[in-house]
T-cell receptor, first 112, second 115 residues
Framework: GQSLEQPSEVTAVEGAIVQINCTYQ??????LSWYQQHDGGAPTFLSY????GLEETGRFSSFLSRSDSYGYLLLQELQMKDSASYFC?????????????FGGGTRLMVKP | DADVTQTPRNRITKTGKRIMLECSQT?????MYWYRQDPGLGLRLIYY???????NKGEISDGYSVSRQAQAKFSLSLESAIPNQTALYFC??????????????FGPGTRLTVL
C-alpha cells in the first residue's frame, strides 16, 4: 500500500513564506501532486512533479526528490486567501492503471 | 455551468436505508472517481472507473457499490447505510488522453449524514 505524511497544521503571517513537507512510501511511483481545498469547497489542483526538482507556478512552487521519497509545496508572499488545507497525493501505477492516494492534509492558517 | 456536478448536495438518512449519490460531468473525461473525506483523514478512494466498462475497487469499497451508466455519469450507492458512513463524498474526473499530470477535477461534494 501507500502512506503519506504531512504536518496537520501550519500557521504563518501574511507576506511570509511557508513550506509544507510531504514524505511518502509507495510502490509504482509516478509523481507527486498538490491540491488546495478551502473550507466548504472542493479540492483543486495546484501542481505536479514527476521528475526531481522545482516546479514554479506564480507564488507557488513544488519540489520533488524521488530518491528521498520527499516533496514540498512552497508558498511565497502569503495572502489571507491562502488559508486552506493542502493535500499531497502520490500518483501510482497498479494493475488497473494509475491512480492518486492522498495524504491527510495540512491546514494552513495565515494571520494578519 | 459547473463541469462536475453532484446530487444531492446534502442528505440526511437513517441507518439501513439505501442511498444513491449521483455524479455527472461535461468535461468529456474518460476517468471518474468517488472519494470519501473525513476530518484529518484526507481523501480516500472508494471506487474508480477508467471507462464505461471498467470498474475498480479503491481503498475503502466495503459497504459501497457503483454504476457507470455512461461516460458522463458515475453513481455511488450505499446499500444499507450505517452511521460511520457519515462523511463528505466527492466525485472527480480526469482525462487519460491529453493530460500527463492526470489532474483530477472535483465536484462540489455531497454531505451525507446517517442517523
Amino acid at each position: 500500500g501507500q502512506s503519506l505524511e504531512q504536518p496537520s497544521e501550519v500557521t504563518a503571517v501574511e507576506g511570509a513564506i511557508v513550506q509544507i513537507n510531504c514524505t511518502y512510501q509507495t510502490s509504482g511511483f509516478y509523481g507527486l501532486s498538490w491540491y488546495q481545498q478551502h473550507d466548504g469547497g472542493a479540492p483543486t489542483f495546484l501542481s505536479y512533479n514527476a521528475l526531481d526538482g522545482l516546479e514554479e507556478t506564480g507564488r507557488f512552487s513544488s519540489f520533488l526528490s524521488r530518491s528521498d521519497s520527499y516533496g514540498y509545496l512552497l508558498l511565497q508572499e502569503l495572502q489571507m486567501k491562502d488559508s486552506a488545507s493542502y493535500f499531497c497525493a502520490v500518483r501510482v501505477y497498479n494493475n488497473a492503471g494509475n491512480m492518486l492516494t492522498f495524504g491527510g492534509g495540512t491546514r494552513l492558517m495565515v494571520k494578519p | 455551468d459547473a463541469d462536475v456536478t453532484q446530487t444531492p448536495r446534502n442528505r440526511i438518512t437513517k441507518t439501513g436505508k439505501r442511498i444513491m449519490l449521483e455524479c455527472s460531468q461535461t468535461k468529456g473525461h474518460d476517468r471518474m472517481y468517488w472519494y470519501r473525506q473525513d476530518p484529518g483523514l484526507g481523501l480516500r478512494l472508494i471506487y474508480y472507473s477508467f471507462d464505461v466498462k471498467d470498474i475498480n475497487k479503491g481503498e475503502i469499497s466495503d459497504g459501497y457499490s457503483v454504476s457507470r451508466q455512461a461516460q458522463a455519469k458515475f453513481s455511488l450507492s450505499l446499500e444499507s447505510a450505517i452511521p460511520n458512513q457519515t462523511a463528505l463524498y466527492f466525485c472527480a474526473t480526469s482525462d487519460s488522453g491529453t493530460d500527463s499530470t492526470d489532474t483530477q477535477y472535483f465536484g462540489p461534494g455531497t454531505r451525507l449524514t446517517v442517523l
